[in-house]
């Protein structure tokens, strides 16, 4: 299913994975994700090094079983998310992780995650920071921190 340029409604249920490649820049307007997955380490969106993400009003539901950590979102290195307007949890980790991309939350619920509701990372292989802008949001009822930055090139 073509999601680029998507608008759905209330209604609108996408099960799996969406995967942004490197070079793509994808909008996404009123769709609930719904990621219920017995893999590990399976975000319901993962946005790879290079690749773009405007999500607005949008539902992300997550369960993906690990060892370690796992997200319901994730931003690669030099990758971008820009999330306005929805509602994120993660029934097993963290709602949204970047690592070493850019991230603004805007206008967003971020709740009931296991781990933390937004961790920030320096790249694993590179060291490269992350940049993370969250405004008028609310991160609540986490299990670790509202908000988790780690790495001195880190930015909040």
Do not use: W
Not at 2 to 23: F, R, Y
Not at 38 to 63: D, K, M, Q, W
């Amino acid at each position: 299913v073509p999601l680029d340029g998507m608008e759905g409604n209330d209604e609108e249920v996408i099960t799996g994975q969406l995967i942004v490649g490197a070079g793509e820049n994808i909008r996404i307007v009123g769709v609930h994700f719904e990621h219920k997955v017995v893999e590990p380490y399976s975000p319901a969106i993962r946005i790879l090094p290079g690749g773009s993400c405007v999500l607005e009003n949008v539902t992300v539901i997550h369960s993906s079983p690990s060892v370690a950590s796992n997200f319901a979102i994730e931003v690669g290195r030099d990758a971008s998310l820009l999330i306005k307007g929805s509602s994120v949890t993660s029934n097993t980790g963290s709602g949204i992780c970047v690592q070493g991309g850019t991230c603004e939350v805007s206008s967003c619920r971020i709740e009931s995650c296991k781990e933390h509701g937004v961790a920030a990372y320096e790249d694993i292989e590179t060291g490269q920071g992350s940049i993370v802008m969250i405004r008028d949001s609310v991160i609540d009822g986490c299990g670790g921190y509202g908000i988790q930055a780690r790495g001195e090139e880190v930015q909040v």
